[in-house]
């Protein structure tokens, strides 16, 4: 069996609908909310291309339909156009979430393939406020790049987080209207990562936590949700998905999730995860897509898929 063929999944493993693939731990940017402490300083982990293309595949034999590259910040990584093609010939939906601070023009024609969305992180129109949250001065660039993804047709979805107190979100949500930005969703800070202090609360946690979803770390552990790093049930590097998956180790990980708050649980036909068009078909927190695929992107059919 070669490094990229796919192993059966186990009789037992619950579908995998939605995967978190976070390349690398390097950012621009130093945003006192980050739940992965993201910072220049990061590296790319010991996941190679072929092992991101190996859980790719995995992934989708388990009946993935959708996969949100997240970092750090994913374009920084060199191979994210090939690991994107990989997906889409894997007939699976991608997410890239970007901070858009820069995209080289050959990014911007990867982003332009079909089956591929776009999301960023959007805080304030007051540039000073941007700053305080993300570390840089890098709001125009990312307000010009939201732009651009507009005009090439690329979907696009932004979450804003509430971080400072009179934080100018509904100045930021309507100039992103004004932009033309249709899908956008708002959610308090969670204390986890840079701003828990090094000290995990479940409770922080949404609750819809390795529900159908996992996430794959620059280390290759695999973990619940990118915000519940510490809870790794396996590496990916040792086991294929479907054994971890299946193991009683992801099911006690799984136990140490609390039920969603009152008003988080993630329900779709209830709405009260609020996936619409009009707060970018997510559920709390505003990085990650609604927890029912359905809402990744229902128009999507990628070739061979019927």
Known sequence: MTALQQEPPAANVVGLRFLWLELTGKCQLECVQCYASSSPN?????????????????????????????????TLHKALPDLIGHALAARV??????????????????????????????????????????????????????????????????????????????????LLKQLGVTRIGIDRMRLLGRPSRGVLDPAELCGACGRGSAAVLPDGSLTPCPMSRNMSAGNVLASPLADILSSVTWTQALDLVPAPRAGEECQPDKNSCRPTEQDGRDCPPSEKPACDPRFCNPDYNPPGKK
Request: hydrophobic share 35%.
């Open 42 to 74: 990061g590296t790319d982990g010991v996941m190679t291309v072929l092992d991101w293309k190996r859980v790719i595949d995995q992934a989708a034999a388990l009946g993935t339909s959708c996969v949100q590259f997240i970092g750090g910040e994913p």
């Open 93 to 174: 939906e991608v997410e890239v979430y970007s901070n858009l601070v820069y995209v080289p023009d050959s990014l911007w024609e990867t982003f332009s393939q079909p089956g591929v969305r776009l999301a960023t992180s959007f805080y304030s129109d007051d540039a000073r406020e941007h700053m305080l949250i993300t570390g840089r001065n890098t709001l125009s660039r990312t307000q010009n790049n939201i732009t651009t993804a507009l005009e090439r047709g690329i979907p696009l979805r932004v979450g804003m987080v509430h971080v400072l107190d009179g934080q100018r979100l509904d100045q930021g949500q309507e």
